[in-house]
């Protein structure tokens, strides 16, 4: 059966095409599909633009979010697709370097239920400007353009959080309150083996969910200068030898699930 959904929102740089494969049309935003149904016969592919001003340009080859295999060596690492978030040469820290909304993920793609885990150190926070993460579908669209948690990403639930407290957000909707987190803090997501999304501050699981399905771990700078970055299972442990805790070690990550 055809596979219908909302036409999504568009701005000023995004990217739409078409793929037509095995005798079906799939219409496309920013690489993820929105729409499929079956055709056949002889097309040419076609554009309308009504308002004087606009404007479209053709580009060569399809561009689509890659997928890359996990590596336990290299752990996670973020998908540097985003002009006003930048990425260090290992995809492990990023920085906002314009204010506004978007949302920076991971090249991995996992399956739920599975057993893993992912930890963001908070590196810069100006005050009271709202840090997100949780996780994002794994063809998240509006992520140019939304935050983790908003109505504007589907299949997407995570945390937004300033030093004074936060909030847990589903697609736009309130399921919890939070207490804050500041700089320094590590934040972070599990998944276990019986399906549930545990969202956690400093060790400390603040929510769950069941999810089910193919995600991303995902962040949201929406601030200029905010700065976060992966950290692996031995940081973890090491920083909590510092502020004189008992030491926490996630031990080996699993593979990643991919499709």
Not at 27 to 52: C, I, W
Not at 95 to 101: I, Y
Not at 144 to 167: A, K, L, P, W, Y
Request: neutral net charge; hydrophobic residues 35%; proline residues 4%.
């Amino acid at each position: 059966a055809d596979t219908p959904k909302a036409a999504p929102q568009l701005w000023g740089g995004d990217l739409l095409g078409v793929r037509i494969k095995d005798g079906r049309c799939s219409l496309l935003h920013d690489g993820a599909e929105f729409m499929t149904v079956r055709v056949q016969g002889n097309y040419r592919f076609a554009v309308s633009l009504p308002e004087k001003g606009q404007k479209v340009e053709m580009v060569d080859r399809v561009i689509s979010l890659a997928r890359d295999d996990f590596d336990a060596q290299r752990g996670f690492t973020f998908l540097d697709r985003l002009s006003t978030v930048d990425c260090d040469a290992r995809d492990k820290r990023a920085w906002c370097k314009n204010s506004g909304k978007r949302t920076t993920f991971t090249k991995q793609v996992f399956t739920s239920p599975s057993d893993l885990k992912f930890r963001l150190k908070v590196i810069k926070l100006p005050a009271d400007k709202p840090f997100r993460w949780g996780i994002v579908d794994s063809e998240p669209v509006g992520y140019r353009h939304f935050c983790v948690g908003e109505d504007g990403m589907q299949n997407c639930i995570g945390v937004s959080s300033t030093s004074s407290g936060g909030v847990v957000l589903n697609e736009g909707n309130t399921k919890a309150t939070t207490e804050g987190v500041k700089e320094g803090d590590i934040v972070g997501c599990n998944v276990t083996s019986a399906g549930m999304l545990e969202l956690v501050i400093r060790e400390t699981v603040v929510y769950s969910i069941k999810v089910t399905g193919n995600f991303r771990f995902g962040v949201s700078l929406v601030e200029e200068g905010q700065c976060c970055e992966i950290i692996s299972a031995g940081a973890i442990a090491q920083t909590h030898d510092e502020s004189g805790r008992e030491p926490v070690g996630l031990g080996a990550q699993p593979p990643i699930l991919s499709t």
